[in-house]
Structures are given as C-alpha cells and as structure tokens.
C-alpha cells in the first residue's frame, strides 16, 4: 500500500472519501461519484466493505488506459479483501472476470462461437417470437401492466437462456438465484445459498453435456455444451468451465434494469418518447446515447491491482495498489461528451463504455444491443399509446442493488 506522501513531486495523497451505498432516486446519477468527478482525475475511495482505500479514475482517457494495460490485474485483486461495496467476496478458480491474459483469451475462447454477431443474427428472429408473445399476453389481459413484471424481465431471462441451453422449466429457478446473487440487501448468508444454487445446477449441466459427446460436440451454439465440449477435450478445467457460465447466466438481469431505465426515461421525458416514434431510424443511435447517460450500477465494479508504479495525471500509483475506474464517470467526461448530463439523441455516443473496455469488455454486448432493439421497436410500435400508470415519482427503483433499475413498471396503453 502507498505511504500517505507519494506523488511525482512527494506532495500529500488526495483524502480517503467515504462512499456509502446510499439510496438513489430513479435515474439520479450519483452524487458522491459527481463530487469525486469534480475533486480530480485520480481520487481515493473507501466503500463499505472489504479493507482499507483505492484509487479512483473518473476520466474516459484513464479510465481506458487503466482497462486496457497488463499492470494493472484483475487476478491479483481476486486474492486481496481489496476495499468494496459487496458484502460478500467468494471469487471463484477459473472466473473469466478475475482471470489476466492468457488465461482470459483461453476461457473467453471457449464460449466464443455463441456470442458472434453471426449468432445474433440467427437467434434475433426467435427473440422477437418470444417477445410478441409476452406483449400479446400483456396485452390480451389489458392495461394497466407491470412491464418489468410482464415483458421486460421474463424476455432476457428466456434470451440468455436460450444462450445458455437452459432448459424451460429451470429457467425460473436460476433467475431467483441471480437476482438474490446481485442484491445487496439479503446479506452474506443469502447471496452464498443463490451461489451453491446457481453455480451447483451449471456444474451438473456442464458434467451432463461433457459425457454427452453427440450434445457437446454437435456444433451446438449453446454455451453449456461448448463448454462441456472444452471440458471434455481437456481445454478448460470443470470448475473453470462452471466459473465462466455464472456471470453469462447473471448477465440476463442487466438487460432487464438497462432497459427498465430506458423506458422510464422515454416515459417521462415527451420529447425523447416523441423523437423514438416519429423518427424510427434515429433510434439504433439513440439507444447508444440512452446506454451512455443511463447510471446502470452503483458506486464501482471490479477492482484490479497494480502490478508497478504507473504514473497517472501526475500522480504515482505504486505497486500493490488497488485500482477502480469508473465507467459512469467516463461516459459523463464532457471533454469526450459535451454537455454530459444532457441527452443528446443526436450525439455520436459510440465510444461510449457502458459496456466495458479492454479484455474484459462485456462478452455478451451484442446480445445486449440485440434485445434492447427489439424491446423499443416492438414495444413502441405495437403500442402508440403507451405511457407510465402512475406518476413518474410513484415508480418504485431497486436499492441496495449492485445493478440500478425499476422494480416495477405500471404502463397503460
């Protein structure tokens, strides 16, 4: 850890700020993460959980830097009680999150084939039939509805499922498990029994396809049987295997929130809503800025460690650091994004990094892009109408939740 007194030119270290996880107003971005904007490109932070400080990068040009440079690892942050906001810490052998290169490419290289652009164009027509069917459930039983409830849940549960190869009448099962896995309110013991839930069911389904040559070798997309595949042919390890399907399985609840967000906002914000409807084309580009604006975690994700001093806007960050960017931060850099705060459905917004960057840019992106897409398109043109039941300040959001969106989403139409 650094001395108290280490910068290129040994001038005192920027102040320890507290970061509580606090509750947030709808789309609110975060104030404290503002003030730590506002305070300097590199600041240090202390969450709730874990031991001791990190630092912070809150600039887009460091913040790629950072993500992208091998000083700078995710393994050695696996092993240290590195300053968090998770109650919980249980990194798992093999987790493509925590894993540098090589390990990384060797893991990613394993699910690869099911997270092509190729694959998402040949599983898009089977995404919009699943879909069309829950608005024509929804609006059979007619309005008000919950859209979370009704549409905006149950869609990427059945999408990453589908990705996945999770079976129909699992699919339920493992959504509660990543739901209680991502909160942060239902304490250690809680999130530790959804983990031996989730990852005990992927560990069965990757044994069963591992002995299944006709399954796990038959060219299949599915990501259980490329990886029971890789199992079986002696590329990956079996808990490696398990530890790279949970967060792609986890990954389905971050389409369900990002676009809860969206919708809010197209919802209470006419003009955004009247643009989307009346300029249909604006709308793949519009959805990047809508990806750029919207606060879709609270305070910070993965930490990584340095591995050498790194100098970074005139500060020296020493080894054995910890480090975390902040992609919120970076999206809202007005040198890269004039006038940040506003939305601009005119904006070029694809260098945004709501995604990641780097080795550990989101694995299922273009998933992600896909279902978004689909959601906005059929939504807003099956239904002109469609519009908040209650008043904008009524719609309850999640709290104490790694991932921010609405819980609930009352829409007429």
């Excluded at 970061?19 to 709808?26: F, K, M, S």
């Excluded at 807003?380 to 519009?387: K, V």
């Amino acid at each position: 850890m650094a001395e108290e007194t280490t910068t290129l030119a040994e001038q005192p270290l920027p102040p320890v700020r507290d970061w509580p996880a606090g509750e947030l107003a709808a789309t609110e971005f975060e104030p404290v993460l503002a003030e730590l904007m506002r305070e300097g490109p590199l600041t240090r932070i202390r969450l709730p959980h874990g031991e001791g400080w990190a630092w912070l990068a809150t600039r887009y040009d460091d913040v790629k830097m950072i993500t992208n440079d091998p000083r700078f690892s995710r393994a050695e942050a696996s092993v240290r009680q590195v300053t968090r906001l998770a109650p919980h810490f249980a990194p798992r052998p093999g987790a493509l999150a925590w894993a540098d290169q090589p390990d990384h490419n060797r893991l990613r290289h394993a699910v690869a084939n099911a997270y092509t652009v190729s694959a998402v164009k040949r599983l898009r027509p089977r995404a919009q039939e699943m879909l069309d069917v829950l608005v024509e459930e929804m609006v059979a039983s007619g309005p008000p509805a919950d859209l979370i409830e009704r549409v905006l849940e149950p869609f990427p549960i059945n999408v990453v499922c589908e990705v996945m190869g999770v079976p129909v009448d699992e699919r339920q099962k493992l959504h509660d498990w990543t739901r209680e896995i991502i909160s942060t309110a239902g304490g250690v013991e809680a999130a530790e029994r959804a983990k031996q839930g989730l990852f005990g069911w992927i560990g069965q389904a990757v044994r069963d396809r591992r002995d299944s040559e006709t399954d796990s070798d038959s060219g299949s997309e599915e990501v259980l049987s490329l990886l029971g595949g890789a199992v079986r042919r002696g590329e990956l390890g079996e808990e490696e295997a398990i530890s790279v399907a949970g967060p792609l399985q986890i990954g389905g609840e971050a389409v369900t929130n990002n676009s809860g967000q969206m919708f809010y906002l197209l919802l209470t914000r006419p003009d955004l809503l009247e643009r989307f409807r009346s300029d249909p084309a604006c709308r793949p580009a519009a959805i990047e800025e809508l990806l750029r604006y919207i606060p879709h975690r609270a305070a910070v994700g993965l930490p990584r460690i340095a591995t050498e001093d790194v100098d970074i806007q005139g500060i020296r960050v020493r080894a054995g650091d910890p480090v975390y960017v902040s992609y919120l931060a970076a999206n809202r850099d007005p040198d890269v994004f004039p006038d940040p705060d506003r939305i601009d459905l005119d904006r070029d917004a694809g260098a945004h990094v709501a995604f990641g960057n780097g080795p550990h840019y989101c694995t299922g992106a273009v998933f992600s892009r896909m279902q978004i897409e689909l959601l906005i398109d059929t939504l807003l043109d099956r239904l002109p109408g469609l519009r908040l039941a209650v008043p904008a300040d009524q719609v309850p959001f999640r709290q104490r939740t790694m991932i921010r969106g609405p819980v609930a989403l009352p829409v007429t139409w």
